[in-house]
């Protein structure tokens, strides 16, 4: 069984910088197609990044490429989301989430129904 374990976030000021950090564990990590999504209050899930299974790829919402940074640590079987410029508009409950199947267009990675497992969820608040 995979299992995604979240740390990180929090409460802070507009303008500072967060790492989330998601460790994976029951299957081989450089398998997985890694995400990250977020959901605000009253609001639908939506994609924030994705890598693929050596990081040779990214793909961010474009609103936050720029300011929000995925990486991956496949020694470690950890995946890691640097915020930096935070605004209130961020403001959301963050996941990780893992997919194990093949894409056959890379579109699928933004889409939350291509993923297999999802991390617990943590609250990252941005204060203004």
């Known amino acids: 069984q995979v299992q995604l374990a979240q740390s990180g976030g929090g409460l802070v000021q507009a303008g500072a910088s967060l790492t989330l950090s998601c460790a994976v564990s029951?299957?081989?990590?450089?398998?997985?197609?890694m995400a990250w999504f977020r959901q605000g209050p009253g609001k639908e899930r939506d994609f924030v990044a994705a890598?693929?299974?050596?990081?040779?790829?990214?793909f961010y919402r474009d609103s936050l490429e720029g300011r929000f940074t995925i990486s991956r640590d496949n020694t470690q079987s950890l995946l890691h989301l640097q915020m930096n410029s935070l605004k209130p508009e961020d403001t959301a409950v963050y996941y990780c989430?893992?997919?194990?199947?093949?894409?056959?267009?890379?579109?699928?990675?933004?889409?939350?129904?291509?993923?297999?497992?999802w991390g617990q969820g943590t609250q990252v608040t941005v204060s203004s």
């Open positions: 890598i693929s299974w050596r990081a040779e790829n990214t």
């Open positions: 029951g299957r081989p990590f450089e398998q997985l197609i």
């Open positions: 989430a893992a997919g194990a199947t093949r894409v056959s267009s890379y579109s699928q990675v933004t889409r939350s129904d291509y993923y297999d497992y």
